[in-house]
């Protein structure tokens, strides 16, 4: 199994477009939807994050839920690719709702907000997401070919998150700015995610694991409350969950900032386009390189020691960060993304191996279950981390309508940008130091061989 070959070039392009396609959707909302509320429709930047807040505690509930829903799916199309396909068209609606605040009052415009954020976070892009996130798995045994579907995804993920930041306030501000700029912008990546989504449905194929059914089938399919059982008793399950989750904090608190520190701390909003390339490129590069490093040391040791490059990078770019040292900023920002690529390129064939420990441990294949940790952490993390910014605007007493803000809303900002990536970094390493999973499921066989 780890010998043979499941996938060809054009199988793998097809499933690493599918993240580009999701950022197209979920990238724009995560990195956007703060600004355009507070200071295209004059919302409360606490109230906003609060709300989005509120709306992931059912999301973790329904991960879960449609992860289980996927273990049991049966169809032409596999297990997968069905749930992408359906809920292709209500995003890409959603997407431009969300885009579309209508004139009324400011209660209503909250009520607005919420009610289609929650839809389509909770519904159609969990059900979506936890299905591709699922296929991978799905497509192959192999882990060395796990881990190049998570290079061309990251890849993938990567060139469309510097569309996005490049490009987004210079398409609001060509279809006429305001709220009718986010909405003919929003329209655009919505056209945009519903050509790629179909690319990477209908480019890839799902693989069956030949003698896993028989060993399954012995006491039957477990229920829903069994599947949860054996989910959340992995304690590899529960680091990954962990991990994604603060990845995406970090992620999407800088990301949801980002827009602001460059307009009030540099003065210069071109300048996001400039350091998301300092991301960009060497996260590409370490993604390139991951495969011939996994291959010779393992996902452990490459994973840890990258991480901990990345820490040792944040230190720096913090002290810069608080000092509008752009310089400085660009370069360690660079080592820090270089440092961060291999956990990135890693976290499908990682999760892969976490579903590989409850088949190893309990018999059980629940890959759609054990995938949900991925859709569950990045959406948890990305209303946290977003959230975390709207709070944390709010405390500095932020108010969008000020040209200029006040040196306290600036210094939060600065910390929001700068300091608190360095934090999260530090604490993903740890969790990374105990996350051994490939020496688990090594025991877990050779017990089984004995």
Partial sequence: MEDKRYLKLGNKLAYGSGDMATNFFYGVVTSFMLIYLTDTIGLNAGVVGTLMAVSRVLDGITDVLFGSLIDRTKSKLGKARPWMLWTILPIAVCEVLLFSMPSMGTTLQYVYFFVIFTIVNDFFFTANNVAYSTLSALMTPNKNERVQLGVFRFVFTTTATMVVSALTLRMVAGFGGGVKGWRMTALVYAGLFIIIQLICIFGTKEVTHQGEEEKIGEGGKKSLFGNLKAVFSNPYFIMQLLLGTFYNVLNNITVAVGAFYMIHKLGNPDLLGTFQLTQVFPLILGLVITPMLVKRWGMYKVNLISMIISSLA????????????????????????????????????????????????????????????????????????????????????????????????????????????????????????FYKVEKANEELRRKAQA
Avoid at 364 to 377: K, T, Y
């Fill in 314 to 433: 944040c230190i720096p770019f913090a002290i810069a960060g608080m000092n509008g040292a752009v310089g400085i900023m660009l370069v360690f920002s660079a080592i820090r993304w270089l440092g961060s690529a291999p956990q990135i390129a890693n976290s499908n064939a990682l999760i892969a191996e976490v579903a590989d420990y409850s088949y190893n441990r309990d018999g059980l294949r629940v890959e759609g279950s054990i995938f949900s940790c991925s859709s569950m952490g990045t959406k948890i993390g990305q209303g946290l981390g977003t959230a975390a910014a709207g709070w944390l605007l709010a405390a500095a007493h932020y108010d969008g309508t000020l040209a200029v803000q006040t040196p306290q809303a600036i210094g939060m900002i600065s910390f929001i940008y700068a300091v608190i990536p360095m934090i999260i970094t530090i604490v993903m390493t740890v969790i990374l130091y």
